[in-house]
C-alpha cells in the first residue's frame, strides 16, 4: 500500500485521523518485515561467503586469517565476522553432507 492509496481511501471511507494512521501503521509494518526479511537473507549470504573464505583459506596468501581478511577488505570487526558466520552457520539450510548453505531455512523464515 503507499501513501496515495492510503490518502484516497481515507477520503473515500471518511475514515478518522486515528483509522488513517492505523492504515498507515499496517503498511508500514508490512514494508518493514518485507525488508527485514532482506537484511536476514543478506546477513545468511555474507556470513555464507565468510565461512567459506576461512574453511577454505581463501585469504591465503594475503591475509593470515578471516578475520583480518574481514578487517581490511569491509571493516568488519571481530566480533561481527564471528556474528555473519554463526548466524550462517545456526540458520542457514544445510547441503545433503550437513554443511551450511548460503539461504536462510525456510524454518527460520518470518522470524
Same mark, same amino acid.
Not at 39 to 58: D, K, M, P, Q, W
Given at each position: 500500500?503507499?501513501?496515495?492509496?492510503?490518502?484516497?481511501?481515507? $477520503?473515500?471511507?471518511?475514515?478518522?485521523? #486515528?483509522? +488513517?494512521?492505523? /492504515?498507515?501503521?499496517? =503498511?508500514?509494518?508490512?514494508? %518493514?518485515?518485507?525488508?527485514?526479511?532482506?537484511?536476514?537473507?543478506?546477513?545468511?549470504?555474507?556470513?555464507?561467503?565468510?565461512?567459506?573464505?576461512?574453511?577454505?583459506?581463501?585469504?591465503?596468501?594475503?591475509? $593470515?586469517?578471516?578475520?583480518?581478511?574481514? #578487517?581490511? +577488505?569491509?571493516? /568488519?570487526?571481530?566480533? =561481527?565476522?564471528?556474528?555473519? %558466520?554463526?548466524?550462517?552457520?545456526?540458520?542457514?539450510?544445510?547441503?545433503?553432507?550437513?554443511?551450511?548453505?548460503?539461504?536462510?531455512?525456510?524454518?527460520?523464515?518470518?522470524?
Amino acid at each position: 500500500m503507499n501513501d496515495i492509496f492510503i490518502q484516497d481511501v481515507s $477520503k473515500e471511507k471518511d475514515l478518522t485521523p #486515528e483509522e +488513517t494512521h492505523m /492504515l498507515y501503521l499496517d =503498511s508500514h509494518t508490512k514494508t %518493514i518485515k518485507k525488508h527485514l526479511g532482506a537484511v536476514a537473507e543478506s546477513f545468511i549470504a555474507i556470513g555464507f561467503y565468510l565461512y567459506e573464505v576461512r574453511i577454505y583459506n581463501y585469504y591465503e596468501p594475503k591475509f $593470515k586469517d578471516v578475520l583480518e581478511y574481514a #578487517e581490511d +577488505t569491509f571493516g /568488519l570487526s571481530k566480533t =561481527s565476522t564471528y556474528n555473519f %558466520i554463526a548466524l550462517c552457520e545456526k540458520f542457514s539450510k544445510r547441503t545433503q553432507r550437513n554443511t551450511p548453505y548460503m539461504y536462510i531455512d525456510e524454518k527460520w523464515k518470518g522470524y
